[in-house]
């Protein structure tokens, strides 16, 4: 039997589940290299899950699943293959469905590099004894299909572009992991100028980085100091980094930062959806599976 795998980082339905994605973020040795993460990961899980579940309550929790979910079921339509997904914090992890299968296409939900992302979905993979054949797509930022969706997305957002501030918002990454050799700035910077010319009708487009945590110095601009260049003016921001809308979209872009453009005094905010679980997502993504298969036969 053959498989399509979707590997996303996961989400939380309940306080619960916060937990658990929180307890096994902060264990990956992507996102903290120091022996450290497995005193830190219980200590920050338990500590932190309840005060942030109060807001994911707000927006009814992640809805990374149920996007998902419809999405396997869109690309479904497209191949004979099953069509499943694997989470790397929150279950099903890809140990739990791997082994039903004879062979699998591993479908990273991550358009750009990076080891926090891309590399550490893969890591499961190298733990597992899984004896079929595996084909695993590449970064796709730079395919033409992928970028024709993205920008039909956020035209059909506003009526004028002309008036508005488009800004890409990407998740940001402490600038030590850029230094450790991660390409995902590069990626991002490319993609951007690659979108930048297919959208001229724009006021201004600019990046900038969100949900920076911790101490350390994060890519830069913050989405933060971004905004509050635009005051009294249109403001639409893309999430650059996100193939499904999830907690990091729809509470942190849509609500919490929504509510710092009225403060700072912004005429007028919107944020795009993700890509999600569209007809024409799933097309791209069943022919970037066949294309992986057809390049390893």
Known sequence: MKAVILLNMGGARSAQELKEFLYNMFKDKRIISSPIRHILAPL???LRYKKVWENYESIGGSRIYELTEKLCKNIKQYTDSDVIYAMRYTKPNLKDVINRYDE????PLYPHYSFTTYESSL???KEIDY???INIVKPFFK???FNKIITENILKSVENPK?????FSAHGLPKKMI????????HIQEHVKILKNMLPEFKSLNLAYQSRFGFSEWLKPYLHEELEKYKKE???ISPISFMIDNSETDLELKVEYKHLANEIGIKEYKVVDCPNDSEKVAKFLTELANESCASKS
């Open 44 to 46: 920050i899980s338990n």
């Open 104 to 107: 699998v296409t591993l479908l």
């Open 123 to 125: 890591d499961e993979l």
């Open 131 to 133: 004896k079929g054949k």
């Open 143 to 145: 395919d033409e299909r």
């Open 163 to 167: 008036e508005w501030n488009l800004i």
């Open 179 to 186: 230094e450790k050799g991660d390409k995902y700035q590069e």
């Open 234 to 236: 249109k403001v639409l």
